[in-house]
T-cell receptor, first 111, second 117 residues
């Protein structure tokens, strides 16, 4: 399983864009990159997933450089409700999808 | 996305009793489910992988006789904490692997807060 490294915490203000970078130097060829969001006392919630280049959905964008050794989750115009822990996970979708959670990034959005 | 229902949301029990937590995939079949535990301010720690119709695979350091996992059907996995003690108090989360969708394949339950008195 590829090990991931993320910043422990990030602070932002409402309306700003938040970018969280995750390092995964040992990512394997079949590994996908998935980001989850977790609020206190709740299970993680899927945000976005990608393999390479850029992926965008209604809540976030995911940027993956050509070497795939890192990825950046971009949250546009955050609100107070985006305060949560964000996890970057790397795993092989074609196999057992056994994911290992790192420490995550605690994002705090202030008014 | 697919829905994973976890029950109960919280449970308080006396030391020495057993507690069962259920994890159900509501609109898809899950051949594989995972169980995690999470302590306050910490990340999720994988405890075991539950496969339908076969024995669970436990991570190193997790007592299989302490944490009994049963995955008797394609939509239900249960985790039983046997003879619970205060140190077993934690937030337990399940996830289910869905093979139906292209992108999102792992769905999480809402978690169960266990408090052992």
């Amino acid at each position: 399983l590829a090990k991931t490294t993320q910043p422990i915490s990030m602070d932002s203000y409402e309306g700003q864009e938040v970018n969280i970078t995750c390092s995964h130097n040992n990512i394997a060829t079949n590994d996908y990159i998935t980001w989850y969001q977790q609020f206190p006392s709740q299970g993680p919630r899927f945000i976005i997933q990608g393999y390479k280049t850029k992926v965008t959905n209604e809540v976030a964008s995911l940027f993956i450089p050509a070497d795939r050794k890192s990825s950046t989750l971009s949250l546009p115009r955050v609100s107070l409700s985006d305060t949560a822990v964000y996890y970057c996970l790397v795993g092989d979708l074609t196999n057992d999808y056994k994911l290992s959670f790192g420490a995550g990034t605690t994002v705090t959005v202030r008014a | 996305g697919a829905v994973v229902s976890q029950h109960p949301s919280w449970v308080i029990c006396k030391s020495g009793t057993s507690v069962k937590i259920e994890c159900r995939s509501l609109d898809f079949q899950a051949t594989t489910m995972f169980w995690y535990r999470q302590f306050p301010k910490q990340s999720l720690m994988l405890m075991a992988t539950s496969n339908e119709g076969s024995k669970a695979t436990y991570e190193q350091g997790v007592e299989k006789d302490k944490f009994l996992i049963n995955h008797a059907s394609l939509t239900l996995s249960t985790l039983t904490v046997t003879s619970a003690h205060p140190e077993d108090s934690s937030f337990y989360i399940c996830s289910a692997r869905a093979e139906l969708q292209v992108n999102e394949k792992l769905f999480f339950g809402s978690g169960t807060q266990l408090s052992v008195l």
